[in-house]
């Protein structure tokens, strides 16, 4: 129920994505950059934007950034640069690019075609939602094994609905996706390393998904290093067997 509305505010009730649309968003483009071996958006800078002698200016620069209502890149005019870095005569997208490689890229090389952030939204969203439930599930059986069964779901509903994620679903944009990318990749860290501490002997392939998680949270959103670290402690002091494992293991847990 919750993943059928999450469809229906980003599409506006029409359920369409529009997946066959040139969808020139932030993290498309970066994409595109990607694939050419850059780091820098392949899009053409403003000639008068290259020879300015103060491009920083904001009352100079303010005829090359879009609207706030504009959502894509404009690709063939000399406007539509809002959020993003000047750097050395090259346009660079600030956001964290986690998301280019979880969803972006894997999603053009299996279709061929360009994804809307309307779908990579409701698949981060609805990530967030899988991953809050395997949590409560997890914290209620094997901590709060009292609590009646009907909690958990009354959590689930209040996780879905009670939060900014329908915000960012009517209205797709670049930060709603690394906000969103950030809190389901740390998320799914948590879930991972609570498995691991919880498991009857030492677990190095849940450790890794816990750590690689953790990277492509901090990828989306750089602030989430101090809730990974936060999480990292919380390991080493609540572990089952971390104290008394191997001095290797040790290691490979740190890594």
């Given at each position: 129920?919750?993943?059928?509305f999450?469809?229906?505010?980003?599409?506006?009730?029409?359920?369409?994505?529009?997946?066959?649309?040139?969808?020139?968003?932030?993290?498309?483009?970066?994409?595109?950059?990607?694939l050419?071996?850059?780091?820098?958006?392949?899009?053409?800078?403003?000639?008068?934007?290259?020879?300015?002698?103060?491009?920083?200016?904001?009352?100079?620069?303010?005829?090359?950034?879009?609207?706030?209502?504009?959502?894509?890149?404009?690709?063939?005019t000399?406007?539509?640069?809002?959020?993003?870095?000047?750097?050395?005569?090259?346009?660079?997208?600030?956001f964290?690019?986690?998301?280019?490689?979880?969803?972006?890229?894997p999603?053009?090389f299996?279709?061929?075609?360009?994804i809307?952030?309307?779908?990579?939204?409701?698949?981060?969203?609805?990530?967030?939602?899988?991953?809050?439930?395997?949590?409560?599930?997890?914290?209620?059986?094997?901590?709060?094994?009292?609590?009646?069964s009907w909690?958990?779901?009354?959590?689930?509903?209040?996780?879905?609905?009670?939060?900014?994620?329908?915000y960012?679903?009517?209205?797709?944009?670049?930060?709603?996706?690394?906000?969103?990318?950030?809190?389901?990749?740390?998320?799914?860290?948590?879930?991972?390393?609570?498995?691991?501490?919880?498991?009857?002997?030492?677990?190095?392939?849940?450790?890794?998904?816990?750590?690689?998680?953790?990277?492509?949270?901090?990828?989306?959103r750089?602030?989430?290093?101090?809730?990974?670290?936060?999480?990292?402690?919380?390991?080493?002091?609540?572990?089952?067997?971390?104290?008394?494992?191997?001095?290797?293991?040790?290691l490979?847990?740190?890594?």
């Amino acid at each position: 129920f919750i993943l059928l509305f999450y469809v229906w505010t980003a599409t506006f009730g029409y359920f369409d994505f529009n997946l066959k649309g040139s969808n020139n968003n932030y993290y498309n483009v970066l994409a595109d950059g990607f694939l050419k071996g850059q780091l820098n958006l392949p899009i053409k800078v403003p000639e008068k934007l290259l020879k300015a002698n103060h491009p920083f200016n904001p009352e100079f620069n303010k005829e090359f950034r879009q609207t706030f209502d504009q959502l894509e890149i404009r690709m063939d005019t000399d406007d539509g640069f809002l959020d993003l870095s000047f750097y050395k005569n090259k346009l660079y997208a600030y956001f964290g690019p986690s998301p280019v490689f979880a969803i972006y890229l894997p999603y053009r090389f299996l279709t061929g075609l360009r994804i809307s952030d309307s779908l990579a939204l409701i698949i981060l969203s609805f990530g967030i939602l899988i991953f809050s439930f395997l949590i409560l599930s997890f914290m209620q059986k094997n901590y709060f094994s009292n609590l009646p069964s009907w909690i958990i779901p009354l959590n689930i509903l209040i996780i879905g609905f009670s939060n900014v994620t329908l915000y960012f679903l009517r209205r797709p944009a670049v930060y709603g996706i690394a906000i969103c990318g950030g809190t389901f990749f740390l998320l799914s860290a948590i879930y991972f390393l609570f498995r691991s501490m919880k498991s009857k002997s030492y677990n190095l392939i849940l450790l890794f998904l816990s750590g690689m998680s953790m990277a492509f949270s901090v990828g989306a959103r750089p602030n989430l290093l101090i809730s990974c670290g936060f999480i990292i402690c919380l390991y080493f002091f609540q572990s089952n067997h971390f104290l008394s494992t191997s001095k290797e293991n040790i290691l490979n847990t740190v890594v």
